[in-house]
């Protein structure tokens, strides 16, 4: 009879709890630990809060006897691998967040056994597993790689994603030392269909940086040829149509509001962060930072062009925006650029309403916004109807036919904008 492996999920987000439920779907005893006791109540009532798990799935693990929530670190000793799920956002100083990593590895110093193996799954600056992580869990008295293993493994969760399951996209995993990677291999093969071992830690970190500082310098230069060719009169929704034929050595980004998420604004910076620890330079995520940042500034400022272009000051105008979640189909608002465009817009005193089918109500600038119901009648009342988020939900047409005046930031009318004069595209 093989010995049922327990595991432990610290972190019980949009990573963390997957991943928790996909150990216990294999048959695993999961001890899930957070450090929010509404999180734990929640799910010990069988409810989920994270959109990708549903209350079934809590409910048939908790109905399995094999899933335990907790916010006891001390229930982490009985594990034999243990998952580490906290949030690495920025500072406002746009330095990297350590203090959730660096909590859970001082509480999980305290708990720890010999031979447990810990995999710490937040993206984080390169060397962090080893320079940081592995000296706060010795202070349990027992050595990285020897007396206990230690791995790192980044999280690929992309939450909304319904082509790619969580267990369908490739682990990449790195060992602080070979024993590390090869048990972190073994229990991560039993729960993801292929996993990609590395000959480090260091590699796995910065596997992550790339695969995300990738999309944020990309998005920052299409969006940096967007205000390009628009002062030249062309339209750049045709030019990527066209680069995308091209069947090799192309892959298509997207002009857009700003960069929003808590991906991609963030991650490029754990990188440049320790890169200026080896005098290195990161002159691209710098540039694209200072690009996509200044994507609000341009929205406000074609707003402002097109109302001037019907002798309408931005003071005064009614401005309904159509989409505040950071992207398409989820109801997330953090890092949104639709932030940045509504403070943008009150500044100058224009009048400001959403509608996001997503995103109910918002706490923003000290006060509280509420998600309009979209009808004709509010359509054709504004003076602009602002397209941010393109989400599949919205009639399109509906909208076209009762605006006076759109700015399209998504080329949401794509099918049928040539009808409609009154559609304009960053
Ligand atoms: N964006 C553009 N133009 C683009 C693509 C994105 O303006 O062409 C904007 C989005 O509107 C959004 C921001 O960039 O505001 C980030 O969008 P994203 O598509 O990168 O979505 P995220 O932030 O959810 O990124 C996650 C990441 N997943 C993980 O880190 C595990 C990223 O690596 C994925 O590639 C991405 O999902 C995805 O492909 O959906």
Known sequence: MAVIKIIGVIGLGYVGLPLAIEFCRRGFEVYGIDRSEE???LLRQGKSYIG??????????????????????????KAYAISICVPTPLRKTKDPDMSYVVDAAENLAKVLRP????????????????????????????????????????????????????????????????????KAVEIYSQVFKQVVPLNSAREAEMAKLLENTFRAVNIGLINELALVAHKMGINIWNVIEAAKTKPFGFMAFYPGPGLGGHCIPIDPFYLSWKAKAYRADTSFIELADKVNSNMPVHVVERIADLLNQQG????????????????????????????????????????????????????????????????GELLAAQDCVVVLTDHSSYDWEFIARHANLIFDTRNAFKSFKSEFQHIHLL
Not at 62 to 76: P, R
Not at 149 to 159: G, K, N, T
Request: glycine letters at 8%.
């Open 52 to 77: 990708d798990v549903s209350d079934a799935d809590v409910e048939a693990c908790l109905t399995s006897g094999k899933f335990h929530i907790s916010t006891d670190y001390a229930l982490l000793s």
């Open 312 to 375: 309408k000051p931005l003071r005064g105008s009614k401005i309904l925006l159509l989409g505040v979640a950071y992207k398409q189909d989820v109801g997330d608002v953090r890092e949104s650029p639709a932030l940045d465009v509504m403070g943008l817009l009150l500044q100058k005193g224009a009048e400001v309403a959403y509608n996001d089918p997503y995103v109910p109500h918002l706490e923003h600038l000290g006060r509280e916004w509420h998600s309009q119901k979209l009808t």
């Open 115 to 182: 031979g447990q193996l810990i995999i710490l799954e937040s993206t984080v600056y390169p060397g962090a597993t080893e320079e940081l992580i592995a000296p706060i869990l010795e202070k349990s008295g027992l050595k990285a790689g020897k007396d206990f293993y230690l791995a790192f493994s980044p999280e690929r969760v992309d939450p909304g994603n319904r082509k790619y399951k969580l267990t369908d996209i490739p682990k990449v995993i790195g060992g602080i030392n070979k024993e590390s990677t090869e």
């Open 39 to 41: 999180r734990v109540k």
